[in-house]
């Protein structure tokens, strides 16, 4: 007789708001990427699958329900941000949920699939300077708030506590529980430094000894899509440097080599920051493994790769 | 000459300038001519094998010079050059579309 196929456990088995099904994405941990380093695990949070398809949809809630909480955003003002892609993606997403109007700053040089996501959820765009990249963007933001301050709201991503906070609250929490609170190292790069600051200040009050490093670009002149390199770019108001036990500098091309390394050795489609994460986690762990330590290394998978597939650097040449 | 544009990161390593007027035929000859007047923008926007960097996207006037003869486009005295970082995806998806939007 034919023994009945196990069926996989699906724990998404009930109804749910759209916004609910943002967070609580799953921590993987990366077999292969860590294969060579004795002692060390390194594990990735899953943040491609948050509903806007990045981590900014964690943010970019709190930063809304902070403002309805606070009677700054209502139905007759325009949410107003600058953003590198991600972020405005995830207010465009939420705001079409909750019916409020959206109007977002970016860069020229951004990709046609992401002014036409912006688009389709129905977000108004204003371009700015491409030579002047994210921080070009946050100049032509603040002027157009600055002029008529009485019909947007404003939550500026780079200074808004409500970035960080939300990954106090949910992200950090999320990790310790999946990792059952065995987190030696978390490793993220600094974009708004939202997750940075708010992952790692929540781990230091709840795991002794875990050490928090960050990560940035080597240069201002750089390829990384949605990280700062802070020493020349406009630092934001919620960065705070000294959470950092330790900083890592990264290259584009590496952070190139390892999204196409993730895609054909552990199945993972990610975007370029998330590349730049685990080069960056990959690091800690040589450190590590050199001295005979062992680790828990964590970080973040910010985002997938459906965002970047027509950009040059799959070929394997580069 | 030909108008060279730079990008606000690496203005710090062009003497502080916002576009840099220089004689070239060709794009490389261009580039060439930037580098050896500013030596700091090199390791910038080439990489150890002497290839624009990956992340480099070079535009004459609106077209990427990728869709034209890549770094053996030719220049025009008229003419500007654009170099744009590949942040937010520098390059279009549809290859008949590939003009730098306005």
Known sequence: ??????VPNFWRTHTTHLLSAIGNTPLIRLE????????????????????????????????????ERTGRLTKDRILLDSTSGNTGIAYAMICAAKGYKVKLCLPKNASQERKRMLTAYGAEI?????????????????????????IYFYPDQYSNPANWKSHYETTAPE?????????????????????????????????????????????????????????????????DQAIADDNLWLETEDAYRMVRR???????????????????ARRVGQDLAR???????????????????????????? | MAKIL?????????????????????????????????????????NDEGKLRSFVNVYLNEEDIRF????????????????????AGGRSWQPWKHRLCR
């Open chain 1, 291 to 318: 001295r005979g330590e062992r680790g828990v290394i964590v970080t973040v998978l910010c985002d997938g790769a459906s965002k970047y597939l027509s950009e040059p650097f799959w070929d394997d040449s580069l």
């Open chain 2, 6 to 46: 730079i990008p606000t990161p690496l203005r710090p390593f062009a003497g502080g300038q916002d576009s840099v007027d220089l004689p070239g035929a060709t794009i490389r000859e261009l580039l060439e001519a930037l580098t050896a007047q500013y030596g700091d923008l090199r390791k910038h926007l080439y």
């Open chain 1, 126 to 150: 204003v371009f700015t300077n491409p030579a002047e990249g994210s921080d070009g963007a946050i100049r032509r933001c603040r002027e157009i708030y600055e002029s008529n301050p009485d």
């Open chain 1, 32 to 67: 292969r990427i860590a294969a060579d380093l004795p002692g060390i695990e390194i594990y990735g949070k899953a943040e491609f699958m948050n509903p806007g398809g990045s981590v900014k949809d964690r943010p970019a809630l709190n930063m809304i329900l902070e403002g």
């Open chain 1, 1 to 6: 007789m034919a023994v009945p196929v196990a």
């Open chain 1, 262 to 280: 993730l895609a054909r050795e552990e199945g993972l489609l990610v975007g370029i920051s998330a590349g730049g994460n685990i080069v960056a």
């Open chain 1, 175 to 239: 990790l310790i529980r999946q990792s059952e609170g065995r987190i030696t190292h978390f490793v993220a790069a600094l974009g708004t430094s939202g997750t940075f600051v708010g992952t790692s200040r929540r781990l230091k009050r709840e795991i002794a000894g875990v050490r928090c490093i960050s990560a940035q670009p080597s240069a201002g002149f750089h390829g990384l899509e949605g990280l700062k390199h802070m020493p020349t770019a406009i630092v934001p108001a919620i960065y």
């Open chain 2, 68 to 87: 034209l003869n890549k770094e053996a486009t030719e220049v025009k005295d008229s003419d500007t050059i654009s170099i744009v970082p590949s942040i």
